[in-house]
């Protein structure tokens, strides 16, 4: 049985009881909240593309070794619209929206200057970021939406734009020890030029209470290599003296954009890889706030999830989730989806791949300027003086790849994936140790969420913690639950049982109650 991307899920905003089987560590308190689409039809409309549904909250509260789940959708604007009217009334990047035909000629004027111009969805199905104290649902629009972590209800519509000047920003960001987050957005054409931006969000709350962003400041920026048409990017990478940016051949045409709903064509489709450009490697030193002299480019190639960065030796090391080309997006039509699960077909796999930067182009022409021992990434010095970049393949099929968080942007040896070596939707999880062999749980009749590690309190060893996966069971009338591995075997110690037909979801966070 394979799982159906288009059904309509029901949300359960009650707080539902878990029967827990197995033992639940007594440290692990806290809340994980994932965030995925769960609406895909209203009324005779529909979505074409999964990552276009409405966004559904769902969380898993534990406490004393009981698990309490609650879910709910997201009422943004968007939601509010499009339920009001019982149709689809706001476009999403895979599907246009159009005005109802029985709507006077005034209102259809309206929409198709709100399209040309276009004002963004807020509905945010992607991913749960933290800006200061609050909690954010966030897609990669210029809106997100405040969240209460406990109850799920929809709170503040933030647009970035009162801010920044950010038209798109990414979906993941980065944490220092103090609490501050960093994130990355573009700036489309403003005077003449168009740009990326990483800006820092202080920790903690504002004295006149604020939202968190009215404090954030731009750490830096780099020019984009086109004016009209910027890298489609997800996420970036992130060390204690280095921000490292993958500036990708997978582009977003902003004039075709513009001119799509006239077209009677998705934003989507104005999305485009170009297997004949390189990629762009940025890295920028965080002290200077300037991209380093070395320039680096490897091969086309896309790239969502990156998996680690970290420094050695002088070196900088970065660990990413690569495919050959869009076919992920592409793949995630419902149409498609619904084919290719029917056909048993393959699919475009991704492959894990490590690349190193050296801070010194001390060498000859044509020498590899790698000198760490445990890879077999490569970094050759050209005649021009730009340097080519070779991946090491560490492993292939997988995606959605989490980390022990506590070593985020230092050297680190565990990451925690979904496997998906035959289809988009994952049977197994992974533990990959970056040096020895790698470890696999099998789920049987069920269907993985995004691993997510949870360490142990005051634990020395990089592993020892829990992994937290949402299951959805493939039988027929059966609940998912919450499963809870032990990191260092990667054997189940307790599942969660919730009488609950989950949706497939993206993204999640962990907030433990001590915070």
């Given amino acids: 049985m394979q799982y159906d991307y288009s059904k309509n899920k029901d949300e359960h905003p009650e707080p539902i009881k878990a029967e827990v089987k197995g033992l639940i560590p007594e440290w692990l308190q806290g809340t994980l909240i994932r965030n995925g689409p769960g609406l895909f039809s209203l009324g005779e409309t529909r979505y074409n593309h999964w990552f276009d549904g409405m966004a559904l909250l769902h969380s898993f509260t534990i406490k004393k070794g009981e698990v309490t789940y609650r879910s709910k959708y997201l009422r943004g604007d968007t939601y509010n619209s499009n339920t009001q009217a019982n149709r689809i009334v706001v476009s999403e990047m895979g599907t246009m929206a159009y005005p109802d035909p029985c709507k006077n000629i005034f209102s259809k004027v309206i929409t198709f200057l709100s399209h040309t111009i276009p004002d963004f969805t807020d509905n945010c199905a992607n991913n749960i970021i933290k800006y200061g104290n609050d909690y954010h649902a966030t897609s ?19 647009d970035y734009l009162k801010y920044l000047p950010a038209n798109i920003v990414a979906s993941h960001t980065h944490y ?32 006149d209470g604020s939202p968190p962003l009215k404090s954030a400041e731009v750490v830096c920026t780099v020019p984009c290599r086109s004016l009209l048409t910027p890298s489609y990017y997800h996420s970036f990478g992130m060390t204690d003296n280095y921000f490292v940016f993958i500036e990708q051949p997978l582009k ?42 070395i ?50 077909t393959m699919y475009c796999k991704p492959t894990c791949k490590r690349f190193v930067l ?23 010095k050209e005649k021009d003086g730009k340097v080519l970049c070779q991946g090491e393949v560490l492993c292939d099929g997988v995606e959605l790849p989490r980390i022990n968080y506590n070593f985020n942007g230092k050297k680190y040896r565990y990451s925690y ?99």
């Fill in 252 to 293: 977003l045409d902003i004039l075709k954009m513009a001119t799509a709903y006239l077209r009677r064509v998705s934003w989507a489709s104005c999305m485009k890889f170009h297997p004949e450009d390189s990629t762009l490697i940025h890295l920028i030193d965080r002290k200077t706030k300037k991209e380093v002299r």
């Fill in 295 to 344: 320039k680096f480019y490897t091969g086309a190639m896309a790239v969502y999830h990156q998996v680690n960065a970290f420094e050695d030796d002088g070196h900088v090391v970065f660990d990413v989730i690569c495919y050959d080309d869009n076919g992920l997006y592409d793949m995630f039509y419902l149409d498609k989806l619904k084919e290719q699960m029917g056909a048993e």
């Fill in 358 to 380: 050296p801070l010194s182009d001390m060498g000859e022409t044509g020498e590899d300027l790698v000198k760490l021992k445990y890879t077999t990434a490569s970094a050759v």
């Fill in 417 to 515: 994936l979904c496997c998906v070596d035959i289809y988009p939707v994952a049977k197994k999880v992974l533990s990959v140790n970056t040096f020895h062999k790698n470890q696999t749980h099998d789920l049987g009749d069920g269907f993985a969420s995004e691993p997510v590690f949870i360490p142990r309190p005051d634990a020395v060893d990089e592993d020892d913690g829990v992994v937290l996966t949402s299951v959805i069971n493939a039988k027929p009338a059966q609940g998912g639950f919450l499963l809870v591995l032990d990191s260092k075997s990667f054997k189940e110690i307790a599942r969660a049982c919730i009488d609950v037909d989950f949706h497939m979801d993206m993204h999640g966070y962990f907030i433990p109650d001590n915070s």
């Fill in 140 to 158: 990669e629009t210029n809106y997100i939406r405040k969240i209460d972590p406990i109850t799920l209800e929809t709170q503040d519509k933030v």
């Fill in 176 to 207: 220092d020890k103090e609490g501050n987050s960093y994130s990355m957005g573009t700036c489309i054409a403003e005077k003449g030029k168009t740009k990326y931006m990483l800006f820092k969000v202080p920790g903690g709350s504002r004295s």
